[in-house]
């Protein structure tokens, strides 16, 4: 059987080539569960593998897309029958092995979870990695004791994918938010997804550093990293925690032990790439009872196979916000 893929190519110079082929199923590579694709996500890293950047991709001739979800066609594991729907984020899928990017994969069923009769296909990739990452954040702020009669939490990046689930995420269980985005133009849009107050990350960074600042955050889901992680750890509250999964602002954290000693903060990261199968079946379960899709009809985006090196340069450019999903 036939399928349509955009493979990456490298020449003998280097250059990275981007084109839509049709393929055969011989084509496809090792794995004991075969999806037909129907929706796949599109965020940052796979705007790196598609233009090559970052050194993520590791073979060519390659298909990017690091997660997406579809129905089972073929599987030799117990786990799986063909009718299935599952979701797939992580395990490097679209960087080491190939990924979503395309109408079929074949996978380990190891990677796969099983998809939550409350959502479709298409909510799965509105949520995509960035919905699982937001998902697994939340939940660990609760495991360490942060709840909504705790005070604000403040999420930063929030205009991003990441960010912007977070915030209705929280919003639907019952947390005051803050968001903080560098893009004033995304205020309604943030509110709108639950954010109580909007931050300028320009002000937020202004004021001046201290060892501790004025403890004004119960807890914080941060994917900016660099100096705002550092300045926001400085203003948790007494037994407050902060979900760190990014590094967009930087690898250097600018940060004293005080608010550890002193204030008893959590610093906790989240990494979604390998989560035990139970800790992601758990998370995209309880993403099916909360999530909800109308939220985001205004800030999302679907795309063909033949839009994604256009959709590769605007991510890189920061033109992107919002969530994109890929109809392939």
């Known amino acids: 059987m036939s399928f349509r893929a955009l493979i990456l190519e490298k020449n003998d110079t280097g250059e990275i080539t981007r084109v839509v082929k049709t393929l055969g199923n011989d084509s496809l590579p090792e794995g004991n569960v075969t999806v037909d694709i129907e929706w796949s996500g599109f965020n940052y890293k796979d705007g790196l593998c598609l233009t090559g950047a970052g050194g993520l991709v590791r073979n060519y001739p390659h298909v990017a897309g690091i997660d997406f979800a579809g129905m089972v066609s073929e599987s030799t594991d117990a786990r799986y029958k063909p009718g299935d729907r599952v979701v797939l984020t992580g395990w490097r899928v679209g960087e080491a092995h190939w990924g979503g990017f395309s109408q079929r994969a074949r996978v380990n069923a190891d990677w796969l979870v099983p998809l939550d009769a409350g959502l479709t296909t298409r909510d799965a990739m509105v949520l995509g990695t960035a919905g699982l990452t937001a998902m697994l954040s939340v939940n660990r702020l609760e495991q360490a004791g942060v709840a909504p009669e705790s005070g604000d939490i403040l999420v930063t990046g929030a205009a991003g994918g990441v960010g912007t689930i977070a915030l209705s995420l929280l919003s639907t269980l019952g947390y005051s938010t803050t968001a903080l985005s560098g893009r004033a133009q995304h205020a309604d849009t943030l509110k709108r997804l639950g954010a109580n107050t909007v931050l ?15 403890a004004k955050w119960a807890g914080a889901v941060d994917t900016a990293g660099g100096k705002v992680l550092g300045k926001l750890l400085r203003q948790i509250q007494y037994g407050g925690a902060v979900a760190a999964l ?11 032990v005080l608010p550890f000693i002193l204030r008893g903060v959590t610093l906790m990261g989240i990494d979604s790439v390998m989560q035990p199968f139970e800790i992601r079946a758990a998370a995209w379960r309880r993403l099916a009872g909360i999530f909800d899709p109308a939220l985001y009809e205004n800030v999302v985006a679907e795309i063909g196979l033949e839009d994604l090196e256009q959709a590769a340069s605007d991510i890189l450019n920061g033109t992107i916000h919002g969530r994109v999903i890929v109809k392939p």
Do not use: Y
Not at 200 to 214: G, T
Not at 246 to 256: C, K, L, P, T, V
């Open 200 to 214: 300028a990350r320009q002000d937020f960074l202004a004021e001046p550093d201290k060892p501790l600042e004025r």
């Open 246 to 256: 990014g590094n967009a602002a930087g690898i250097e954290m600018e940060a004293n």
